[in-house]
């Protein structure tokens, strides 16, 4: 059931209590992270990459996004779920994104949408508020357009136009921004200047909250993760440990032992 209580109201801005947030793509592993008790659990469109192999966040649709975030909806029954809005459903041109992002909430039980700027998201955001929609903005590096993965805001120019990115969000009704990729300095200052709270990915430790990508936290992939990404387990490692274990019991015919046995 979507979060009815306004989304400003439920994070507000706090420099003592940082909001922590984590993405899922699926039903045990969502029900795993809200038992830990993180506050915003994100499908994100990285499912693209770290779940279905893909190269590009663009090549995942809004029936896939449906579809993981109707499995991790299930599994939350504390936090506040994010669903992530994919490339086709709001920046191609005559999207509807009102439509999609309804999808989210009716279909999928989403308390909100995320947005990545682009060049017409102002307008975007503004009919998904009109809507009663709750919207999280992302700045910074935005991976629907972009088309090289570096730190963004690095000279006067990119990091002014980042910080008004950030404001416009703002002003149009975002409850908070994401800021993605971004020196730290940059991130400290959109993060003292929005009355909304910022979310850091590779911006440092000033912002309001962190979110980070689950499976490269976890160690649950072998593709080359990101510089500012730490790893908190080595899941890959765990896994082929247990299915090889499992192999080598079934090659030597010590499993399935009495125990796991019907009499
Ligand atoms: O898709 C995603 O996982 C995201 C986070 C990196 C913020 O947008």
Redesign the pocket.
């Known amino acids: 059931m979507a979060n009815t209580t306004s989304a400003r109201s439920l994070f507000p801005k706090n420099p003592s209590r940082k909001i922590v ?1 984590l ?1 899922a793509y699926d039903y045990p592993l969502a029900r795993l992270v809200d038992q830990a008790g993180v506050d915003i659990v ?1 499908v ?4 693209a990459n ?1 779940v279905l192999g893909l190269d590009s ?1 663009v090549e995942v649709g809004i029936d896939i996004m449906i579809h993981h975030a109707k499995a991790v909806a299930r599994g939350v029954e504390r936090a506040y779920v994010v669903g ?1 809005m994919p490339f086709d459903a709001y920046q191609v041109p005559g999207a509807d994104a009102v439509a999609h992002a309804r999808r989210f909430l009716d279909e999928a039980g989403c308390d909100a949408v ?1 947005v ?1 700027w682009f060049d017409d998201a102002a307008r975007v955001v503004k009919e998904l508020r009109a809507a009663g929609i709750e919207v999280m903005g ?1 700045v910074g590096l935005t ?1 629907q357009t972009a088309r090289e993965f570096r730190v963004r805001g690095r000279d006067a120019a990119s990091a002014r136009a980042i910080l008004e990115q950030a404001k416009v969000f703002e002003v149009e009704g975002c409850f908070s921004v ?1 800021l ?1 990729c971004v020196p730290e300095a940059l991130a400290d200052e959109i993060t003292r200047t929005l009355k909304v709270p910022t ?1 850091g ?1 590779g911006a440092g430790k000033s912002c309001d909250g962190q ?3 689950l499976h490269d936290m976890l160690g649950l992939n072998d593709r080359k993760v990101p510089s500012f990404v730490k790893k908190y387990a080595d899941t890959s490692a765990l896994v082929l440990n247990a299915v090889r274990q499992y192999k080598e019991e079934v090659q030597n015919g010590l499993f399935p032992d009495d125990a796991h046995t019907f009499h």
């Open positions: 947030m993405t994100l994100g469109d990285s499912l770290v966040t992530d995320k990545e992302h991976p994401v993605e979310i990915i979110v980070l990508v």
